[in-house]
């Protein structure tokens, strides 16, 4: 992405290019961050599972970016235009709200706030399966048409959370 700006080549519309780029490595990160527990369960390879946290602010440090192009970039800024398009476009409320949970697990992903958090933290983490849901909805929404992707990446997202859900199933009637 950074060459493609230096190079001047993201295309006719290069706002939209880089929303679109931010987003695709926003869900990327995201559910990479969410594979590597399953990962680890399956292979028994437990150092994968260091880098969960890092994968997870790189998902927010992508969707920081994915909404700042989009209120730089697109509106320029013009807070009654973001508020109006918060409102009108149910596909941007989805993906604001996606934003909102990533942010929260971002601030509460250093060890001191898991500590201060205890019990709490493990529940707000666990949000990580809503804020992607949502991320694919809003993906689904903006493609309309060529959905191809989100499906693949809502296949993905499915997976994984199917993969929680069986081995929590499983586990409890153990």
Request: with cysteine; charged share 15%.
């Amino acid at each position: 992405m950074v060459v493609q700006i230096l190079q001047n080549n993201l295309g006719p519309d290069p706002a939209q290019e880089l929303a679109k780029v931010t987003g695709e490595w926003t869900i990327r990160f995201l559910l990479l961050a969410l594979a590597l527990t399953p990962l680890r369960h399956l292979t028994g390879i437990t150092q994968f599972v260091r880098h969960r946290r890092m994968l997870g602010l790189f998902a927010l440090f992508y969707a920081t970016i994915h909404l700042l192009v989009w209120m730089s970039f697109l509106l320029a800024f013009r807070w009654l235009a973001i508020g109006e398009e918060l409102i009108e476009r149910p596909y941007i409320t989805v993906g604001f709200v996606a934003y909102t949970i990533l942010l929260a697990l971002g601030v509460t992903s250093p060890k001191a706030m898991v500590r201060r958090l205890g019990k709490n933290w493990k529940k707000l983490h666990r949000l990580v399966y809503v804020a992607g849901i949502l991320a694919v909805v809003h993906l689904l929404w903006i493609l309309r048409t060529d959905v191809w992707e989100a499906v693949v990446y809502g296949a993905v997202l499915a997976l994984l959370l199917g993969f929680r859900v069986l081995r929590s199933f499983y586990l409890r009637r153990c």
